[in-house]
């Protein structure tokens, strides 16, 4: 064990909190870590919807690059930011157990939920969802990370503003106004963290694999597998959610249009041995029930 693994991160201290959760388990395992952070283009270009940047993987692809370089040996991320399809020559490594899957709503106060009301969210599939419940409602986009939105929210005269609770919890930043969106399906992965490894590098494979939590891993894989079938990444409204119960899988799943006034969704139910492949099952009911034109629409909307 006398290699030194690089274990590379974006700067934020969410990424920050996250690396260092999995640079602790490694040392506990007796294995020698030291940690490279770096910027991703997500974080850096705050004035854009993360849509028109028309980049898929915007917070993960510095940290590919940075591997593809040897300049790092794994990498962690949030798994709902990493695209359904990883580059040649990375692999996934472990799915850590996963946290909160939620949504929140941090708010100034809730009199606005029955009248007009603004809600900041740089998320095609929040939006889409609370439309859906609020169609008297407006919302306005939302960049950075999690501490630049909430500063952000205090600065602005919006009513609130929508965070997956994991980033919250994680950091100890979710506030007492605040109240959970159990109605909100979350994004595929929502609440998981993932560490990639090199194809070609066994002794980060062995290291990484003791962190894998496999509960969580079938459950995002059902989630990813999906999002992927339905041609999602950014670009489309989707959510699912996977839940491992008493050898049971709980799933639902929706897709809604970009203004929220149309949804094609799924729930089911399926025992755990034949969970394989599944969520590429219900992708395809979900296209077949309306789901095809509408992410049609959603296509010719976006350009």
């Known amino acids: 064990m006398s290699k030194i693994i690089r274990i590379g991160t974006r700067d934020s201290e969410l990424a920050l909190w996250q690396a260092n959760t999995v640079q602790d388990q490694l040392q506990a395992l007796g294995y020698q870590t030291t940690l490279v952070p770096v910027k991703s283009t997500g974080d850096l270009v705050l004035d854009k919807p993360l849509y028109e940047l028309g980049i898929t993987g915007i917070f993960t692809k510095t940290l590919d690059i940075a591997m593809l370089n040897d300049t790092i040996d794994i990498a962690v991320h949030s798994m709902k930011d990493v695209p359904t399809a990883l580059p040649k020559g990375i692999i996934e490594g472990a799915v850590l157990e996963r946290a909160n ?115 969580s891993e079938i459950c995002v894989h059902i989630e990813r597998d999906f999002l992927r079938t339905l041609e999602g990444g950014c670009t489309a409204p989707i959510g699912a959610l996977a839940i491992s119960k008493h050898n049971e899988i709980l799933f639902k799943g929706a897709l809604f249009s970009l203004d929220g006034s149309k949804k094609v969704e799924v729930s089911k139910t399926i025992s755990l041995e034949n969970s394989k492949n599944i969520g590429i099952t219900w992708a395809k009911e979900v296209l077949e029930n309306g789901g095809r034109e509408l992410m049609k629409e959603i296509k010719k909307e976006l350009g």
């Open 101 to 215: 899957t939620q949504d929140i709503l941090v708010h100034k106060g809730l009199d606005f939920l029955n009248h007009t009301g603004v809600i900041a969210t740089g998320s095609l599939r929040r939006k889409a969802q609370w439309l859906h419940k609020y169609p008297t409602h407006n919302t306005v986009d939302l960049r950075g990370n999690v501490n630049t939105r909430m500063q952000k929210l205090n600065d602005n005269r919006w009513n609130g503003a929508i965070f997956a609770a994991a980033g919250l919890e994680r950091i100890r930043l979710k506030p007492s106004q605040c109240i959970d969106l159990n109605w909100m399906v979350p994004a595929p992965a929502q609440g998981a963290m993932l560490v990639v490894v090199k194809e070609n590098d066994s002794l980060c494979q062995e290291a990484v694999l003791h962190l894998n939590h496999k509960p």
